[in-house]
């Protein structure tokens, strides 16, 4: 059994749920797949917004988004979470890098690492020289994944993998797959886990 | 322990968690308050808009709205469901006559009937002669329930009720509270008995 996650390091949902799922991961056997993708090419192809700028004019809407998340963070104990601070951050050149480590393998600690300076350590992730330095801490080869990230293939497939994920139904981060049944946003954790089981059987 | 059920008729959610609540009494012995409002009057103070409106231009979104009711149509047995062929449909009669049950008492069964004849059984209860057969046809004394829709009393508790439930910090429906402690949409039900059973310690 795999979990597609549909995944941008952009998202404070994304990081949320990638805390989750690995508890997921362990109790059904299943395995967590990280696919990334552009929020911001999900949004162009789905006239999708993001939260604050589809809601933000709602009365109440964007308090009730914030009071979810602050309850997300109280029952799965996620206090090391905090926003970011140069929020919305540019992720393209992440997920560059992202996409180049899906194709030559080591994509899970450079996911975790990037989501780590995101949403734990407040860096300004769209700066070259900001992101090389943070992966220098981690002990990565930030000079190679960086010029790994111009290279067509890595571009390419960052491209072809949201417009996949546009094409099985997605409209936003985080989404993930059980098989072809689609869930969307972190309240969904839940029903990921159940439709595991369900199709094992 | 109440649970306060911001509740319209014409909202097919609405019907959703009616048909789930009681459930949720009978484990944790909590009583389901109706609090009848009007929808458009929420939208109206919050600049909210239906999810048809809101989502219908966005690619993906109101197929997987529709799926998640599938879902929770399945996952509850809630086989009596149907779409109603008028939706949208004009609750202002309904709820004047639910305001007017909740000053004089009756509602619950009352209510019970509307989400019948909406979401079971597809009438025009905007038509007040559709109304007045229908609720004849439950035994209800329909001229009086519909005479007393009229008097200012309930139109005035229509309208307080809607207000005070965006004060509190709704933006659409169905909104439950558990004290104070806010929770929105159908899928939040199991939040709603998990806080339940918080709140009592």
Same mark, same amino acid.
């Given at each position: ?97 992202? *996409? ?7 994509? $899970? !600690?450079? /996911?975790? &690492?990037? @989501?780590?300076?995101?949403? #734990? +350590? ?19 080869? *930030? ?7 111009? $290279? !067509?293939? /890595?571009? &390419?497939? @960052?491209?072809?993998?949201? #417009? +996949? ?37």
């Amino acid at each position: 059994m795999v979990v597609d996650f549909i995944f941008d390091v952009g998202s404070p949902n994304a990081y949320f749920a990638w805390k989750v799922l690995p508890g997921i991961a362990a109790r059904t056997g299943a395995e967590v797949r990280i696919v990334p993708c552009l929020l911001g090419g999900i949004f162009k192809a789905t006239g999708n917004q993001a939260p604050m700028i589809a809601f933000g004019n709602i009365r109440n809407k964007m308090a009730y988004e914030m009071l979810e998340t602050r309850r997300f963070i109280r029952d799965h104990g996620l206090d090391a979470f905090q926003m970011n601070p140069h929020f919305p951050v540019n992720t393209l050149l992440m997920m560059r890098m992202a *996409a180049a480590a899906e194709i030559d393998g080591g994509l $899970e !600690p450079l /996911a975790d &690492a990037f @989501l780590h300076f995101m949403w #734990e +350590s407040g860096r300004k992730m769209d700066d070259p020289d900001v992101v090389r330095a943070a992966l220098a801490e981690k002990g990565f080869d *930030a000079d190679r994944l960086m010029a790994r990230a111009q $290279e !067509p293939d /890595a571009k &390419a497939r @960052l491209m072809s993998n949201t #417009e +996949s994920a546009v094409e099985r139904g997605a409209f936003g981060i985080p989404t993930f797959f059980v098989g072809e049944e689609m869930f969307f946003g972190k309240n969904t954790l839940r029903d990921v886990e159940a439709e595991i089981l369900r199709q094992r059987g």
